[in-house]
């Protein structure tokens, strides 16, 4: 209820601080005898790491996970899997310039006024370094549903927009490039402006679409759990996102009922697919594919007013490595998010589907 | 968990097909000794009505809820409020034409391969009838939750787009046209529009707006569970929603973070508010603003090739009085679930909060 | 949360009040294609009934279940079955005993308190009315569940004990007395004991036991979940219940470990079953028995003192037609509840087991 | 849903397995600024601890716990508290008289046949070492709680009954003798006793009875929810419960209801306190008392036959240091389920209550 938890058949609670002694969570309800692939597992929390390049921040964190439980002779074993990230970056620095002054657009203030009190270490629980623990359970959630294919990368930096339909692309040049764009051309363009933003001090928002193929039929319940609703529940709570939509979006809003119709092949299968896989809240079998917005990170390197607990008006100035697009790391994240959407529904229809 | 049960401490659960004898819900945990309106509530379920104007569809459905517990004296009692709306409007017609075929884009082919059997006498649990409920129940939130204003309205009908921005409008004009555009001039647009598309036997999608004025600073929570990720969840399970951003949106995407920091006024309210009174998943006190992206509805009146249970090709045809445009009809739902989303974090902060 | 629900799978919310318009439920979860006989259903109400006896309340209720949804050409569809049972009893009777005063032992004073407000009309939500919709429900779950055996039965009134162990009972015999006692002989003490105490105006105490045969193996979880921690709660929110145990229970507190050890056969069962059918929390495949203590019901007819709103004390008299000994009645209620657990295991063991 | 969490507002989720890597957990909806006395959390583990006495296991397992979020300068922030104890007696020791063969009464069994596969070294999932978590995530329920008196103790061991009152006892004599058992010369006797079974290599159940003082009116919820069927399900969540009663449990039974009815006070309390300080499942500001009945450890130092996977019969013996009775040891763990089910009653009521 405190919202530390995601899922419920398939289900992760985290914790920790960005400035505090670990991150970590709880995986229950991973099914028995899975066979786990550690190195993979580390890989995924590579791909979302700081300091991979350099067009992400230049923090140096190794995040290197430790598994405490529900794993034994490299299978699962159906009990709760316990990890943690120990930080180990964690600098009794200066905090001064954040501790009683509110960062625009960041939790501070909101963190004040709901718990009185805050860990003024950064950005606490609001750090997108939370989502660590939710690449490493979603990992996992990749492996446990290895038959599906999850897909997503960069389609938008700023103004430059891949025009390409998915079917278009290749995704095994998603991770050829630091952008995670799969058009080479497109991401490096992307990379320069990057680049550009950066020396400015400037950050710049950006579009992550991903596209699920080999999706059984039948994932998803009818009324309030669609399985679009749920998608989107877990994009919206990514750090910077913005909005969601999945099929023909907000593009689907100028079309009419006759063109958006997906007509059906007699194997079921549809000749257009508007429906995004999903119809109903149900998946058809066909591929999904969404896209995120993320908005500019907050953090900008330049002077700015603001105020601080007393309302008094202060001049202060965003410190240090930054991440001046946040769409590129975010790439493993999104795909983790969906992975434990899938995990949750594919258990749920197994107990409930005829 | 099977998705029919929406929120944890302000929770409602629905049921009824379309064609059953009847629908209605369960709403338990509100609070006691709230006083009900129940021509209010009534009210609310008239603006969803089928039948009210000339652009929705002429279906004739009166809509009255019944109450059966949880309501005395006036007031709430703390119990569980259970409710129903009788089905005046079941014919034994003839489904023939859709009980062994499946409507493109409707929910026909998932249900059959998910639950091997559906009621097949009209859209069954995924009608939008099944939003009638959710009024009730929205209604009763709304009136727990007074204070707070919840204004939705349509602000998009396939390409014709209201570009003001919400603070222009005077949201006292939405219940004065049919389309529930606050501005009259867009409106007639729209309206006239509507009526050219139903006249081609087609639909056409749109765009509902929805702001929440008056938000108390504290509700949402960090993690999975922003406020705006349970508002999009809300969103995406209305029938017909392709996508949700709030804020800036998929706008701020090409914004940059100098910009798109909502700067501090001394006392904590912001000078603009491109996190659209949402940070880090928790309301900051100004007005909160979303955009809800509605496809064209399925049900087109020409005729169309489908496949039957066998994969045979079938020409058939849409029947009847159908909905030309949702939209009109949508904002009463909008509002409703927003009220939902709202009351449970109400309730959740009442908990939590410091 | 606000306690209406049960289950989490194969799930019941509950409403209504025992002097409102009706009582009824949701039932979300049960499983597509399950055949429903209805008949059934309405004799297992019939059981739980007043007035089917000498030794019952006499009030005159007919419990006829409405079913709303959910059900289709006789199968269920896999969507919510809503439903309500009528209450046709409604007098406009003269509360005034119980409106301003408060009844000992009953939960007129805590409602008050928490709830600042009641509806004084009986019990409200607390009356042993609302039992009525548990018992529509696992009426379903026991359907859903036909391989296993459900049988509940009177083992205690009073100081009147079974001595013998349920395997030398014949449970046909449940239904040939109104005590639902399986041996005819202490039956007949029983109901005259019983007779005795109603004479007096007074109440009297007792147990249920019950017994469920042909449980498959692995059912429950291991750590908070346990299938016997979730059948104790089951039990426990039955009104009137003071006390649950399982196999051995309070008894094998006394016995040493030795004694206690279940030694396996070759097959895995096992020659002794202290266990009780379940082992770390997870059904063993052997007969699972426990037992459930009810205290003597609180409205008696003789006249007592008690307090009013003001703290005034007040002497007041128990009306009319109440039940002397709860237990012949909460048989279909234990079998009701037993039901429920067993069916939101089962679909989770679907889940999850390998 | 897979049980490794327990709590709806103020929820615990637990991991790891007796001899994997460390075990712990997440403690999620804490309330922010509580004051934590961390080396009172460290006393109540070291009450559960092996090896504290001459007559409990004499496993040494230091057992400290270490924190990594959730608390900042002593006090809880309302973000998650992550936790684990890591595991220092690993040895790499020889399993192979479990790893193939089922121990009688262990879970050994169910959980090869409900996982397909178990880790084999002690009893994984199923050991009591996990109850280590629950005194952890207990003791700051406990200060969240301070107001409330919470004390457990031992009542029975074996035949050995203390027949007093809880009123006549002094609690603070709980922690004078091995035992806790609050009467010195019962102690004594049940002392001697347990070191008699010891030495025959067996083991012997017990009775914990738990006290609850200072209990707010108005926590627990009428219907599924109710306060002592919470409780109810807390404890036979316990490792080797086997039943629960509260108030006057199975005694009440043979009560009339003329004696049981708790006559009130002017003030709203009551004379007698047969209901066990619940009505109606709501908490009335009586004391709240229960007992938890145990059975003897299944782990014997004897030989014995059993089976192996293939269903050959063996024959075996249990090994090293175990506990000849378990409650001195669940003392602290009773309290700590009684805490976190308080706490979370108590923050329902906040969120509910008029």
């Known amino acids: 209820m405190a919202g530390n938890t995601f899922g419920n058949l398939f289900k992760l609670s985290t914790f920790g601080e960005s400035h505090g002694a670990a991150i970590g969570g709880v995986l229950d309800g991973c099914p028995p005898g899975i066979e786990i ?17 350099a067009i992400v921040t230049q923090r140096k964190e190794p995040d290197t996970v430790e598994f405490y439980s529900g794993i034994f002779e490299g299978k699962t074993t159906g009990t709760p899997i316990g990890f943690a990230i120990h930080n180990t970056n964690q600098k009794s620095g200066d905090y001064s310039h954040i501790k009683d002054s509110y960062r625009p657009s960041h939790a501070d203030y909101v963190y004040d006024k709901k718990y009185g009190f ?3 270490r950064g950005g606490g629980r609001s750090s997108a370094r939370e989502t660590a623990s939710r690449v490493v359970a979603g990992a996992i959630a990749k492996q446990f549903l290895s038959s599906m ?39 490096a363009k992307m990379e320069d402006y990057i680049k550009d933003v ?12 991903c596209v699920i193929q080999n999706v059984p039929i039948g994932l998803g319940e ?5 399985l679009h609703a749920e998608l989107g529940k877990a994009m919206l709570s990514i750090n910077a996102v913005k909005g969601f939509e999945y099929g023909s979006g907000f593009e689907g809003v100028m079309m009419k009922g006759s063109e958006h119709n997906d007509a059906f092949n007699p194997d079921g299968t549809t000749k257009t697919n508007f429906s995004g896989g999903i119809q109903g809240g ?14 500019p990170v907050a953090t900008v390197i330049q002077p700015y007013q603001t105020i601080d607990k007393e309302g008094n008006t202060v001049t202060t100035k965003g410190k240090g490595r930054h991440d001046p697009c946040v769409v590129p790391r975010a790439v493993p994240i999104v795909e983790a ?9 594919f258990l749920l229809a197994k107990a409930i589907n005829s």
Chains 1, 2, 3, 4 share one sequence.
């Open 282 to 295: 149900i998946s058809n079998g066909m591929d999904i594919y969404f896209n995120v917005a993320f908005k």
């Open 37 to 53: 692939d550690l190195e993979e597992i580390q890989n995924e929390l590579n791909r979302r790491k700081p300091g991979q390049s």
């Open 222 to 226: 009818p009324v309030f759990d669609k």
């Open 198 to 209: 950066r020396k400015e001090g400037d950050t710049i928002g950006g579009v992550i679409t």
């Open 149 to 187: 294919k999850i897909n997503a990368f960069v389609s938008q930096v700023g103004g430059l927009k891949l025009e390409k339909n998915y079917q278009e692309l290749d995704f095994s040049l998603i991770e050829s490039n630091p952008v995670r764009c799969p058009d080479t051309e497109m991401a």
């Open 118 to 120: 805050r860990d003024y």
């Open 337 to 345: 998010m969906t992975a434990l959407v899938l995990a949750d529904y």
